[in-house]
Structures are given as C-alpha cells and as structure tokens.
C-alpha cells in the first residue's frame, strides 16, 4: 500500500520529518515523530542548501516509479506470497548525500583532510553502476525474498534424493494480509523514552503486542544454542563495539521476541554445524571456553537442519508481525534482519548460497536505511547493528566484485574520533575501497586516478592520527600459535601482537583497503612508481600475517577479521615461498574461524597457477 506521506510537501517542521516527507508538530526540543521512532531532531536554523542525490540511486528509484508491480508466478507446489509490494516512492525519499561542511579557521592540513572527506559524496567520482545499485526496498520486499528463497531451498531439497524430505508447510511463510493497527501514541512514547534512555525493550510502560509479555522458557538444547551465540557469535559482531550490544542486549531481547529468538538459535546452530563439520572432516577440536554447553555436544548431523528449521521459524514471525507498523522500525526488527544475514553468511558454501545473502544484504541496508540507520546514529544498538552489517557486505562485496552499499558519509570530523570510532572508521574507508575496486574505469580515468589519491591520503591521515593503543607491543617470543603451528615455526613472518584486539583488526582492515586500493589504482607513474607500490604491498602482507599468526589473534573475533585481510595479502604474493607460506596461513586462520568455506584456498591456487 503506498505510504499516506506520498505527495506530502513539507516547508516547515524539523529536518528529519522533512526528510522523511511526513507531518511535524514542530514540538521543541523534539517533534512528536521523532520522539515515537527514536531519531534525532533538528531544525534548520538557515535556509537548507541545494540538496544532491546519488544519480545512480535517482535514476532506479526513477526506473522504479515508472514501473507497475506485477504479480509473481510459482511453479506447482509453492506458495504465491503477497504482491502488495511497496514498489513506488517519492523521487525524493533516497537521503541526498551532504558533505561535510569544515570551519574557515582550520588549518590547512585541516581543510586538506576535510576535502578529501567530502569526496566520498561525489557521486561523479565513485558512483554506483546502475545494475548494481539497491533499488529502493521496504520490509515488506526484504521479507518476501527470504520467503520465496527459503520455499525454493525447501522445494529443492525435497526433490533431492539427499537427506530426509522436509515436512513444513510452506504457506505458513506467506504474509499476513489483514492490516494491524499500532499501539497508541502514548505507547510508542513510552518506548521510545525507554531507548532513549539505554533500557531493555522490555522496560516499556506498555511492551509492544509483537513481543511476549513475559519471558520465553527456552529448553534443554535451545540453551545449547542460545549460548553458543552469546559466547561465540556475538563477540564476532561486537569485535568494534565497546559496548558489546550483541552479547549484553541481544540476548534479553530475545527473551521476549520469538521473532529474535528464533533467528538467535538459528546462527548459534549454524554456527556451531560448521565447527561440528570441521572436527568430523579434520579431527580438529573446536576453540570453545571450556564447561560450555556447546564443548560437550556430541557430533550431530541435526545441527545444521535444526539451524534451517529455526530460520523458517523466523520467517514464520516475520509473516505475522510485519503489519505492525511499529515493529518495522523497532530495535526487534533490526536485529532479527542482521542475524538473518549473519546465518545466511555462515551457509553461504556456493555460489547460490552467496548470491542469495548477498542480494538479502540489500534488504538489510533498506530496512536500515527507512530508519535512518548509520554509523554515527545516537542509539547504540542501532549504530552496532549498522557496523555489523557493514563488515559483512563488505566481505560479499570483495568477493562478488560489486560496490559495498553504503551511501552514508560520516559526519564527524577525523580529529574528533575516539579509538572505538577510529576503529570503525576504517571500516568505511575499506568500504569505499571496495567500492572503487569495483567502480568502472572506462568511463573517466582521470577522475578514478584522482578518486584513488584521495583515498589513499585519507587512509594515509587515518593512519597518521592513530594513539598508541594502535601500535605493536613486544613479544617474548615466536613460539607457534595454537591455530597454526606450521605457520609460525616455518613461514617468513613475525608475530605482530597489538591489543586490544578491537585495535589489531582495524590495523589489519587498513592494510586490507590499501592492497585493494594499489591493486586497483591506475597510474601515470614509471619504474619508480611501480617499485614504491611494491614495497607498500609487501609491507601490508607482512604487517596483516604477523597479526594473523600471533598467539593474541588466536580467537573468533579476530579470526573473522584475519581471514578477510589474510585473503587479501595472499594477491600479493609473487614466489612461490612467499604463496606457500601466506597459504599456511590462511589455512590455520580458516580452521579458527570455520568461516569461509575452504574452497578459498583453491581459488587461491588457482590465480597463483598452484603452489607448492
């Protein structure tokens, strides 16, 4: 159904209400609105400046709005789930990008370093190419890609002869249709002062009707998995969040919400399944803390359908909930949307499987995106889900060779990050690392040439910048790690140890976007310019290998950064010696993340032409 603030013209009232083309009661200091949903409110002191939008982005919400949605068609057997899709939007409703404004009375370097930040808004410079930008989704279109996804998986896999026949009943995937009113204002005031204030969802004076009115019981082996998620995923997603959100508030919020609960279980399963796999193919031991639930489970087969049935479970929910209007921009939504993800990420094995988490993953970015989610949002959560799901488009990105999604531009200025906001910062600038990697080179050159020195001083002033907490400690010794002995005893690099661990994948993320980044980097340069490249390469390899294989790194969290940037460094490599040790590596570090999968180690082999 087309949103009721469609054709609203708004002059007046507070610039988020503005932007989201919808009614303010201009209240002071904060618009009702903004109050009910939890954002940020300003007013425009001045008269606002010439907006920009993304023309990649323009021109599908365009192509978008010229196009009739039209019914789906499902072969004998599947479920035609709800073409009510909200195909149509305001030629405005993308957020414009506006760069960074720097006072007059910086100093030069100063206004250097902000002029290179406001590139990243240039449309002209990186744009996204138009069959890879997100066209404009909803909840509603997120939702009905995981069902028609999840009923063509339960399709084929019972028309294969492989593994039982799965009895779910797919219509219980198709959406709710009746429309559901939300709770009262004074409800939604309730919570969104609850937030406000850092509490529980379940703090609320009145809780939400999408959420249980008491805690959920779980049973003997849901605890299995549920702990599993909290002591082995959430700090994977937590790894750049001081607060450790994933691991501190997700857990109680799913307490009393099916809907999180479920899709918890579901990553802590899967999870779990890739270890169990790994110890039946290899004999390796799972890295798990000892007295754990997970540390005495035996070998199960089960482990990964039992993960399958808790994500259609999730979609089953999500069926039933998405016509509140206040669930699709609650905490509960959000949540849900990046353990989906996450779950899709860890059973991404082939190529199907990585498409489908990778389109998902635009899903993800809109849901956030209709909620004004970033980097930089008030709200804690909001903000550690938004980097979560960064980090991992970033990784699908790199590997399908498509622009990270991201068009969101930091606002705060590199001089007033603190270390926790450093760390994340070059999170975005791999991003846009990527993005250039992946932008066509064809059309203007100079201008990428010109895209890729400004890069590169950026990473260069995120480098410069950095407190000592980002620099290497000492070592006592080159003992080998428990991930990897051969690794250590043999290979050419030294153990780099920098803590806290937060810190060392940030500075093995920046030597990941530098080696995508000189990869990519056209140039004008000779020998010399060619010689210097080389030396920064080999410099980033070694730096990003010597984190890796340091006994400190030997834990998930890090693992999940090692393997990304070990990837990454193993392009670099020209000799033989050199890709047999990288290799070693990469091995050990994919043994202490189970993630990906090992075929990575044969495209490996086969760019290098094999190794030894």
């Keep these: 159904m087309p949103s009721k603030s469609r054709g609203l013209r708004t002059s007046t009232g507070c610039l988020t209400c503005r932007k989201r083309r919808v009614k303010c009661d201009e209240g002071r200091p904060r618009c009702q609105n903004c109050i009910r949903v939890d954002r940020s409110c300003t007013y425009a002191e001045t008269a606002p400046a010439p907006r920009r939008q993304l023309r990649a982005l323009s021109s599908h919400t365009e192509h978008t709005r010229k196009t009739s949605s039209t019914s789906s068609s499902y072969g004998a057997g599947t479920v035609p789930l709800s073409t009510e899709a909200n195909n149509q939007l305001p030629p405005d409703s993308i957020q414009p990008w506006i760069p960074y404004q720097i006072s007059q009375t910086e100093n030069h370097a100063t206004d250097m370093a902000s002029m290179d930040d406001n590139f990243l808004g240039d449309d002209t410079l990186l744009p996204l190419p138009n069959d890879m930008s997100p066209l404009p989704l909803g909840p509603i279109e997120w939702y009905d890609q995981l069902a028609q996804d999840a009923i063509s998986n339960i399709q084929e896999q019972n028309a294969s002869s492989r593994g039982p026949r799965w009895n779910f009943d797919a219509f219980t995937l198709s959406r709710r249709q009746s429309p559901r009113e939300s709770p009262t204002l004074d409800q939604d005031a309730a919570q969104g002062s609850a937030n406000q204030s850092g509490l529980d969802t379940s703090q609320a004076l009145n809780p939400e009707p999408w959420n249980t009115p008491s805690r959920i019981e779980l049973t003997s082996d849901e605890k299995i998995y549920f702990e599993h998620y909290v002591t082995a995923v959430a700090p ?272 093995q993320t920046y030597h990941f976007a530098r080696i995508i980044l000189l990869l990519n980097q056209p140039t004008t340069g000779g020998l010399g310019i060619y010689q210097a490249r080389g030396k920064l390469l080999r410099e980033s390899m070694s730096t990003i290998c010597g984190i890796a294989i340091a006994t400190q790194s030997q834990n998930l969290p890090s693992a999940f950064v090692n393997f990304q940037a070990v990837y990454a460094a193993a392009l670099c490599a020209e000799t033989k010696d050199t890709q047999a040790d990288v290799h070693s590596v990469l091995e050990g570090t994919l043994r202490m993340s189970k993630f990906p999968a090992r075929t990575i180690l044969n495209d490996l082999v086969k760019l290098w032409g094999g190794v030894s």
């Design 236 to 507: 994977i997603l937590d790894l750049f969040d001081s607060a450790k959100h994933f691991a501190s508030i997700v857990p109680h919020l799913a307490l009393r919400n099916i809907g999180i609960l479920k899709s918890l279980l579901a990553v802590g399963a899967s999870h779990l399944a890739l270890g169990l796999a790994l110890e039946e193919e290899s004999g390796v031991q799972m890295h798990l803390s000892p007295g754990t639930p997970a540390s005495t489970m035996s070998h199960s087969a089960d482990t990964k359908r039992i993960a399958e049935q808790y994500y259609y479970e999730t979609l089953h929910y999500l069926s039933q909930n998405l016509l509140y209007p206040s669930y699709t921009s609650s905490h509960e939504i959000l949540v849900t949307a990046i353990n989906i993800s996450t779950y899709e990420m860890f059973g991404a094995t082939n190529d199907s499987d990585s498409e489908n988490w990778g389109r998902h993953l635009k899903g993800a970015f809109w849901i956030q995106r209709n909620q004004d989610n970033d980097g930089e949002s008030i709200d804690g959560l909001r903000r550690a889900v938004w980097w979560a799901w960064l980090r991992q488009d970033i990784w699908a990105a790199f590997r399908e060779g498509r622009p990270a999604l991201t068009i969101w531009q930091p606002k705060k200025h590199i001089n007033e990050l603190t270390s926790e906001e450093l760390a994340t910062r070059i999170v975005y600038l791999a991003a846009k690392c990527v993005q250039f990697a992946a932008t066509p080179k064809d059309s203007d050159i100079a201008g990428y040439i010109e895209a890729g020195e400004r890069l590169m001083r950026m990473l260069d002033a995120w480098k410069r910048i950095l407190p000592s907490s980002f620099e290497p400690i000492p070592v006592a010794s080159s003992h080998p790690s428990p991930a990897s002995p051969e690794a250590s005893m043999h290979n050419q690099f030294q153990p780099i140890w920098i803590h806290p661990s937060s810190h060392a994948a940030a500075i």
